[in-house]
């Protein structure tokens, strides 16, 4: 390669730079924005009226969990439970995942499966068993549940998706359990 065909490929490539740089400047000067005083976006939000630890003032009434359990069904909570198989494993004798294996944890201890390293809120409760009631606290609001669960979900909050889950583990048993009366 000669030297003049050298200096067309420099001069190529420094153009282009040239040409880059240059309309990256000239946008700047065309779309500028100011940077605002305070970061972010306000979004506002209806205040609460009620003090912490009553309950709200227009609450609906608590659906025990008997009478939504009578509704359930467990074939609507395998869908429910697919969510669950990140972290969890269903089949028995199957692994402890990031989340201990949920084959026969109906009346089973909590933070009682062999293997797992459960957190201190979980040891804190491991006198108590998984009832349904336990298991409905729990599904539904894992960190008030449990203070200082390592578990990053954050519930299954409509009631009859919950009650369906519950029904299908419930199932997941060589003897499963009773359903509680409504």
Not at 78 to 88: D, R
Not at 109 to 125: L, T, V
Not at 126 to 149: Q, R, S
Not at 161 to 179: E, G, M, N, Q, T
Request: proline letters at 7%.
């Amino acid at each position: 390669m000669d030297s003049f065909e050298f200096n067309k490929i420099a001069g190529a490539v420094l153009a282009t730079a040239l040409v880059v740089f240059g309309l990256n400047e000239l946008s700047g000067l065309i779309y500028h924005s100011e940077t605002p005083e305070k970061p972010g976006f306000l979004i506002e939000v209806a205040e609460a009226t009620e003090t912490p630890g009553e309950a709200p003032a227009e609450a609906t009434p608590a659906v025990s969990i008997g009478t939504l359990l009578a509704s359930a069904d467990a074939a609507k909570g395998l869908g429910a439970a697919k969510a669950c198989l990140a972290c969890h494993d269903f089949k028995k004798g199957g692994p402890n995942k990031t989340g201990p294996n949920l084959w026969d944890i109906v009346g089973r201890g909590i933070a009682s499966h062999e293997g797992f390293s459960y957190s201190d809120g979980f040891k804190a409760r491991a006198a108590e068993k998984w009832t349904y009631e336990n298991m409905d606290a729990f599904l539904k609001n894992p960190k008030a549940a449990v203070k200082g669960t390592k578990m990053a979900f954050a519930g299954v909050k409509k009631d009859q998706v919950r009650a369906d889950l519950i029904a299908y583990l419930a199932s997941l048993s060589d003897a499963p359990k009773p359903l509680p009366a409504p």
